[in-house]
């Protein structure tokens, strides 16, 4: 439901208002959440690790930059509000904000979401060849630190107390 109001550019003021104080408040909870910090580290993995295939980390690069793309206007048009909630940061942790961060944080976010249209082609590269692949043979440095805590996991310890004392020679 709308309110009416008496212009066209009166309505449009309202609605991007709107949009922006939305804005502010997704962004507000994406920054508290602990999920940020996985979400950042999923993508980044997307876009640089060598553990996905090239097709992998192509998609998720193409994504992230074509998100950067949409992002340039986006970031351009929350400035105010982005700066705002630095200067609160800033007077309520003065050792962490950080205004760089805080005023491209709809870059680094649309960064991000874009990445994730790596994600169809890394659930393939998973379905078709992480899951068939056998795991890569361990060295002999691993094998002997994996027998090793084994043995700690697995073998009893009994507490042995000396009944007799040592013998001397």
């Known amino acids: 439901m709308t309110?009416?109001?008496a212009g066209t550019g009166d309505r449009r003021r309202v609605r991007?208002?709107?949009i922006g104080l939305a804005w502010v408040l997704t962004c507000g909870t994406l920054g508290s959440c602990e999920m940020v910090g996985r979400f950042v580290e999923y993508t980044?993995?997307?876009r640089n690790s060598e553990e996905h295939a090239a097709v992998v980390r192509g998609v998720a690069q193409v994504g992230g930059f074509l998100g950067l793309l949409v992002s340039v206007p986006l970031t351009t048009a929350a400035l105010p509000?982005?700066?705002?909630?630095?200067?609160?940061?800033?007077?309520?942790?003065?050792?962490?904000?950080?205004l760089v961060s805080r005023l491209l944080l709809p870059s680094f976010t649309l960064l991000?979401?874009?990445s994730l249209l790596g994600v169809p082609a890394d659930l393939v590269e998973v379905m078709l060849y992480k899951t068939w692949a056998p795991p890569e043979p361990m060295t002999k440095a691993e094998r002997e630190a994996f027998e090793q805590a084994l043995d700690e996991d697995t073998l009893p310890r009994y507490p042995v107390v000396p009944v007799l004392p040592m013998r001397r020679n």
């Not at 509000?81 to 950080?98: G, K, M, W």
């Open 81 to 98: 509000f982005t700066y705002l909630s630095y200067l609160v940061e800033n007077q309520i942790q003065p050792e962490e904000a950080d």
């Open 16 to 18: 991007l208002a709107g």
């Open 44 to 46: 980044d993995g997307l």
């Open 112 to 114: 991000g979401i874009g």
């Open 3 to 5: 309110v009416p109001i």
